[in-house]
């Protein structure tokens, strides 16, 4: 079973490239797929809980401070609410980059350590290892094993992929998309294909 907060373990590379949407909420679905439903900052699952305003779209390099990056895909992140106000207009490590499996340790007692640099200044500046976060990931830790081993269509509901998957070929972004091979790969047409694992 994939420990609900093992971080990646490749550095992200963009597998989609929409551009010309005016508006960055339109960028959504795409950074959905690109970022597996769920906060590249603390890992967070759209599968946890899913109200309004539970994600955001986070823009890396600040929208205030870069306005031409404002509505550019590769600027843009998926992000929960609480770590996109915790990031605010801060510039900080690339969380693609830098929060991966060798670098990151997340304990069964949900307390989380970073082994580099980069990825101790990312914890201590999202808070991600204050007692509230290390409190969040013990219970979440906890509510996974738990169903893993007596409800295991829970389980499949909380480590699976959302029912909603965005059908990123039947989207038209404006200006295109400069990386169109990514389509193929997307989750929508993953599952289609029956490639989709049960959990990741
Ligand atoms: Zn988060």
């Given at each position: 079973?994939?420990p ?17 949407y005016?508006?960055y ?34 823009h ?12 550019d895909?590769?600027n843009?992140?998926y ?8 990031k605010a ?7 693609a ?11 069964e ?5 970073g ?16 007692p ?10 906890g ?12 389980f ?9 998957l965005?059908d ?7 200006d ?20 989709l694992?049960?959990?990741?």
């Amino acid at each position: 079973m994939t420990p609900p907060f093992a971080y990646p373990s490749l550095p992200h590379v963009r597998r989609h490239g929409p551009r010309g949407y005016a508006d960055y909420a339109s960028f959504r679905p795409w950074l959905r797929d690109e970022f597996a439903f769920r906060c590249v900052y603390c890992l967070r699952r759209e599968q946890w809980g899913l109200v309004r305003g539970t994600f955001a779209i986070d823009h890396f390099l600040h929208a205030a401070v870069h306005p031409t990056l404002a509505t550019d895909y590769d600027n843009l992140v998926y992000a929960c609410a609480t770590c996109n106000t915790a990031k605010a207009d801060r510039e900080l490590p690339d969380p693609a980059e830098v929060l991966l499996r060798d670098d990151v340790r997340v304990a069964e007692d949900g307390t989380i350590e970073g082994d580099t640099p980069e990825a101790r200044r990312l914890i201590r500046v999202l808070g991600l290892d204050d007692p509230e976060y290390t409190e969040f990931r013990l219970l979440w830790i906890g509510i996974v094993a738990l169903a893993a081993r007596h409800d295991p269509e829970l389980f499949a509901r909380l480590m699976g992929f959302p029912t909603d998957l965005p059908d990123l070929g039947a989207l038209k972004p404006p200006d295109g998309n400069t990386r169109p091979d990514g389509v193929a790969s997307c989750h929508f047409e993953r599952r289609a294909r029956g490639e989709l694992p049960e959990t990741y």
